[in-house]
């Protein structure tokens, strides 16, 4: 069992800098680039992507030298030849969705749409007519016109988009799965973004997702990765998903976003959620980051108005060698700010599981109140974690707090529980449920709490 507990910095700098240091470029990420660039698009968008590629050609993909990817190594992922693919067939495809969006889902394969597999698409389907009026939920293609010109306001305008994984997505944009929910609208369905991931040869897919609440708008987004195929070998599949999600949430709107992440297990997973919250707003992330050899979950939320409220909770579980990395910043700029992050990672056989935590309260950002742990639970001797949450604080007249516990399964408690009938193996299976369920819990679809309940209870524990 290896334990790293890393120290918070003594803060330095009041200034706010989401971005990494710019390293030199690299021939496999020119070689993606290359790849990526075969598939042209039109108009505006092209011309974004154009910028990103320039912006790509002069970074270069972490190592371990880089200090935010000193325990994530991504020599695995430079290894393989990743593919573009242009279309990909679906009519033999039967994914299983789950039944509370059945009137309300996005689907696409490999990032391309696939309207065969969606159920609600802006002025196509009958189901938009259980939405309130104007609230769009569509691809790219079938934007309305006017939606379309304003989304050049905030396509790729988050803070962060110049990060290399960023730029690499915003390069190789073919779609782009939107949800727009207008001023003072209350979307009461959840809405359900899936991005599959399948093919016979290595595939790189970029999915990108852009959600938009305005003034007093509420809504509830689930955005799902899963590997799809009907052979066996599923498990085997070898792919790349570099996923980003941008979500405003404008004044005085709320937005519970639920991310879950199944990928296969020799998949490489790379996503970016960046949040930007006006004042009042209210966003509440659920990430669940299940599957892939090796991935990555970058959470960067820039409050940019006062009395905004931040809840973010996390589950990673991981066993085999795999390794899962989940980065987050909360940056709070201005005064009375609310942040509450928990996020709890069970690990077990040989897996990795990586946590680091950052909140910025920079002089302005007074009267913020903030919380961040992080939890873990080594279900093996041979399993590691290295987390460091990490408060930078200038700003006076604050209340905030961070902390990290490590621990595996207690020999009491599960002596209590076998004390009152319950043979070990139930014990354990309980105790692991129980650590979980402060997550899982917080899910807002019943199917999907109890499918993540199953998967725990199947998790095994060294004896």
Not at 319 to 342: E, V, W
């Amino acid at each position: 069992m290896t334990i790293s507990v890393s120290p918070s910095p003594v803060p330095n700098s009041t200034e706010l800098n989401l971005a990494t240091t710019l390293p030199q470029p690299d021939a496999y990420l020119n070689e993606l680039l290359d790849t990526l660039s075969t598939v042209k698009t039109e108009g505006w968008l092209q011309s974004l992507r154009d910028r990103a590629l320039d912006r790509a050609r002069q970074l270069a993909l972490p190592t371990t030298r880089d200090e935010e990817w000193r325990f994530t190594d991504l020599s695995p992922l430079r290894q393989v030849k990743f593919n573009v693919q242009k279309y990909y067939d679906t009519s033999s495809l039967k994914p299983e969705f789950w039944p509370e969006t059945a009137n309300s889902r996005l689907v696409f394969v490999n990032g391309v749409f696939a309207p065969e597999l969606s159920t609600i698409t802006y002025g196509t389907s009958s189901a938009i007519a259980s939405l309130p009026k104007e609230v769009v939920v569509s691809n790219l293609a079938n934007l309305p016109a006017d939606r379309s010109q304003r989304l050049q306001k905030y396509l790729a305008q988050s803070e962060g988009a110049q990060e290399v994984f960023t730029a690499l997505n915003t390069a190789g944009i073919n779609d782009v799965a939107v949800i727009w929910v207008p001023e003072n609208a209350v979307v009461e369905t959840p809405l359900h973004v899936v991005f599959l991931s399948t093919g016979d040869v290595p595939i790189i897919s970029l999915p990108r997702c852009l959600v938009i609440a305005e003034t007093a708008a509420q809504v509830t987004v689930i955005e799902e990765y899963k590997n799809y195929k009907e052979t066996k070998s599923a498990e085997e599949e070898v792919y790349f998903t570099n996923g980003v999600t941008e979500i405003f949430v404008e004044e005085n709107a709320k937005v519970i976003h639920t991310r879950l992440q199944w990928d296969s297990a020799e998949a490489f997973h790379i996503g970016k959620t960046a949040v930007t919250q006006a004042r009042y707003s209210r966003y509440t992330c659920n990430a669940i980051s299940l599957g892939a050899k090796l991935s990555r979950h970058n959470l960067e939320i820039l409050q940019t108005g006062a009395q905004t409220e931040t809840i973010l909770n996390g589950l990673t579980i991981i066993t085999g060698k795999q390794l899962a990395d989940t980065h987050s910043a909360i940056a709070f700029n201005c005064p009375g700010g609310i942040g509450r992050q928990i996020h709890k990672t069970i690990v077990s056989d040989r897996a990795h599981a990586v946590f680091n935590g950052k909140i910025f309260v920079p002089k302005s950002a007074f009267l913020t109140d903030a919380s961040q742990l992080n939890r873990n639970l080594l279900l093996s001797s041979k399993a590691r974690v290295d987390t460091k949450p990490q408060l930078e604080i200038t700003a006076d007249n604050v209340k905030c707090s961070h902390g990290a516990t490590v621990s595996q399964l207690e020999d009491d408690a599960i002596f209590y529980l076998q004390s009152r009938g319950i043979n070990e193996k139930n014990a354990r299976s309980l105790l692991i449920s129980a650590f979980a369920a402060e997550i899982i819990n917080q899910i807002p679809l019943d199917s999907e709490r109890q499918k993540l309940a199953q998967f725990v209870n199947s998790l095994r524990t060294d004896s």
